[in-house]
């Protein structure tokens, strides 16, 4: 029987186009981030979002069946993370920590999805229906003022210090990098497959996302060497 699985990670960590990947994977059942939307997703009991609820909908989403059952999940989106952590154990499940080694531009592209969002319905990704203006946006440059960056950053840190606290409950957590995803998505993807206990990946699925942010992060940030010396005093690469 597949194992279930939790993929935790940071924003603007690449959850969403492994998502969308894993989706496309017949033996997997893959959910969004379930416990951070407005209400829970469909099962039988309430779904409003509390501790209580959202341990009812896991239970309910990692039972035993064919497909291995996994969601992404932020932090913040749970109160009494040990609670979680225990009930996550005592399903069985395979955890995954997604992380993004380039911190600065995990930043840039943290603070470009608040720029993004209001201009694309409250969505942080760019998918294929997106409209041309939309799709454009990841090609602008945007200009960074100091506060919002150091706003950024001290929200980022926060994040991860409280994964880190989350992750800590767990004998085992499989790392999977961004970057590393972005460079051969196939290895990445079948990483996951071998742990949950599913047929590997024979290729890559199609991709369904575009990059918010460029590759050259000089086409992201109009201001880029005033924010890359920003990043140099907070003791990130540059």
């Given amino acids: 029987m597949p194992r279930p699985f939790v993929i935790a990670f940071v924003a603007r960590s690449g959850s969403t ?26 099962w039988p009991g309430p779904r409003e979002q509390s501790d209580d609820n959202r341990l009812g909908w896991l239970a309910h989403h990692f ?25 996550v154990k005592g399903h069985g499940a395979c955890v995954f920590r997604l992380v993004r080694r380039d911190r600065l531009r995990q930043i840039v592209a943290f603070v470009r999805d608040g720029v993004l969002r209001p201009i694309n319905g409250g969505k942080a990704s760019i998918g294929p229906d997106a409209p041309p203006e939309v799709r454009a946006f990841a090609e602008q440059p945007i200009h960074i003022e100091r506060a919002a960056f150091e706003r950024a950053a001290k929200a980022m ?18 790392e ?34 575009s990059k918010v942010t460029p590759n050259d992060l000089r086409l992201a940030v109009a201001n880029y060497d005033e924010v890359a010396a920003m990043a140099r005093e907070l003791g990130l690469r540059a």
């Fill in 17 to 42: 186009a492994i998502k969308f990947d894993l989706g496309q994977h017949p033996q997997i059942d893959m959910r969004a981030e379930a416990m951070g939307g407005v209400r829970l997703p469909q």
């Fill in 63 to 87: 039972r035993p069946r064919e497909q291995a059952p996994g969601f992404k999940f932020q932090s913040m989106q749970f109160d009494d993370l040990p609670r979680l952590a225990s009930a």
């Fill in 157 to 174: 840190k926060g994040m991860h210090a409280r994964l880190d606290a989350f992750l800590d409950g767990f004998d085992e957590v499989t």
């Fill in 176 to 209: 999977l990098a961004y970057e590393d995803y972005l460079a051969d998505r196939l290895p990445v993807l079948n990483r996951i497959t071998a742990k949950v206990g599913v047929e590997p990946f024979a290729e890559a699925p199609p991709s369904v996302l």
